[in-house]
């Protein structure tokens, strides 16, 4: 194909992507558009698939059979949406082992916030009402994204995720209104999740590196600080309601711009853990790498036993 | 009448619960993502069985008791599950056989509890025996899958059930409580599921290319609140939460 081809068709696709039309697997895309979404896309897929692990920690010590139930439920949800993001991730031409591949030799990311610990059972309601709820205020633009398969599945992902940060919250809601030491335990956790909740919104709009062609391609709809923005003025009164405080001097409304002012984020952090040094980094790889590893010879069998079977069936043809 | 009732639901419960702890210690370390899903929705189920039963039970005892308490707060020697079940997720291969052999029973036992002239217990297994049919499918699937996988996968599921084998005698032996209940009319005779059991377990391992085991000696105890050293390790984690914080609302 011609320079001139290229561009033409180029041009043509950001006019199909600003009337609003899906792109579909099949359609022409042009190569940066296929390996931004191979890497956003995949990079969530694998935020879904390590989040399971600090809330799974909690699977066997869940208080009540009720808690037990819906954290499985949950946790399974969780992997439920690892499995049609990779899905959707695959119509791009990438397979499933070979995001697994990246994933485990640190090619790929997944989201920092994973890289926490679970230390209580407070933890499960903190991550469902802050990190699902900043989450969601992430991925519902999402579901009107450029890329076909990518919109439908946030589609369904934003459902379970809406119906993950009630529960949260009501966690928190029965610790708050329970004992002291129920409510001191809601508090710690706020406190922990607070700061890394607010990081989950990405680096500050100076330091994005991705936005602009992002929002071209409707992968973003706002900046990460508006975001930011959103998530914090949603959150503070919820926090009020049920009498916990927001672990932040500098938090204060602003009349003026009708939004929350608040305090400065440690960057530093941020990139400590972005960059592979936070507490629990080395732990959930460890985590994720030892699972593939220790099922591989299942996995192999799996397959043996399909090309038997196959095997079998051709036999019975002839 | 109304205690042995309670005892019986317990005999059956445990099982469950017990199980569904087991498995749930695996969610997100499995081989593949499915299996992953597949083991933690096994789990839910089984803790969706253990609910409708304790609160069964809870009403039964009157005295209020929560289904969390019965489930969270007796003593290891009060647990009646049966010995395989608790028995630990050494590698993928017993964690399936184990699935597997227990699977088998549970059918078999929920198909006659639903005649249970106890109306609570005949309508908690007509919802139960739906999920147990899909557990059993995907439990003998992997016997077959493994046994007739690789070399290794053979081997580890070879393994896997002589290791196991030892456990399933104690499925059919009879408590005071089942004794009272079959004669009432609300309990299943597990006597009788016997051979139909070991009829079936057979032929999925000689269609999985496995040997039978040839054992004749098999442990019990579970049903006596005798277990293996295992549970005690497990209740530690299941009643954790409980017993740290006692009496409070989650």
Redesign the interface.
Known sequence: MSEEQIKNLEKQFEERIARDEKIEPKDWMPEKYRKTHIRQMSQHAHSEIVGMLPEGNWITRAPSLRRKVALLAKVQDEAGHGLYLYSATETLGISRDEMYEQLHTGKAKYSSIFNYPTVTWADMGAIGWLVDGAAIINQVPLCNTSYGPYARAMIRVCKEESFHQRQGYEIMMKLANGTPEQKEMAQDALNRWWWPSLMMLGPTDAESIHTEQSMKWKLKRKSNDDLRQQFIDQTVPQADLIGLTIPDPDLKWNEERQSYDFGDIDWDEFWQVVKGHGPMNKERMKARVGAWEVGEWVRDAAMAYADKKQERKEKQVV | MKQELYNYILGIADNSLILG?RL??L???????????AC??I??DL??Q??SY?QYAAKIAGDGRT??DI??LRKEREYVNVLLVEQPNT??AYTMARQFLFDVYHLAFLSELEKSKDLTLSAIAKKCIKEVRYHERFSSDWI???G???E??KA?MQEAINDLWTYTDELFHQTEADIAMVSEGIGVDVTKLKDGYYKYVNEVLETATLEIPESKYFQKGGKKGIHTEHLGYLLT??Q???RT?PN???
């Open positions: 702890q749930g210690e969610t997100g370390h499995g081989p593949t993502l499915e299996t992953d899903i933690t929705n789990s839910l803790f969706g253990v609910r304790f289904e969390d489930a969270m590698n993928f077959k899958r493994l007739d996988g690789t290794e996968s580890k984690e299941l954790y939460m409980q914080y409070m609302e989650w």
